[in-house]
């Protein structure tokens, strides 16, 4: 096998975006102007506490941006992707499709 024309290379992967729930809650943000923690869960399927610890290191990197809103008695909780979020997710996408041309 002669690979040696393309990077492979693991370390190019952004190593945020190597986790499947952390891939999945970006990629369903990329399509949503604000998605709602409710909503978002449903899409992702994931459970309270491992969608809030997701959301908390992605926030963390600057890639979401969390907008919290007094909805009656309830806090809704509103998440977007950042612009740097957004970039991260389009560079990931170029080098998964590098790889699999």
């Keep these: 096998m002669n ?24 990629s369903a943000l990329y399509h949503s102007d604000e998605v709602d923690f409710s909503s978002l869960k449903l899409a992702v399927k ?3 506490g491992n969608l809030s610890i997701q959301i908390k290191q992605l926030r963390e990197a600057g890639y979401l941006l969390v907008n919290k809103v007094q909805a009656g008695t309830r806090e809704q909780t509103y998440m977007a992707l950042s612009d740097k979020g957004r970039m991260a997710l389009l560079a990931y996408k170029r080098v998964m499709s590098s790889w699999l041309e």
Aim: overall charge positive; hydrophobic content about 35%; glycine content about 8%.
């Design 3 to 26: 690979s040696g024309y393309k990077n492979f290379d693991y370390k190019s992967i952004d190593k945020l975006l190597g986790n499947r729930l952390r891939l999945a809650i970006m």
């Design 46 to 48: 994931a459970s309270d």
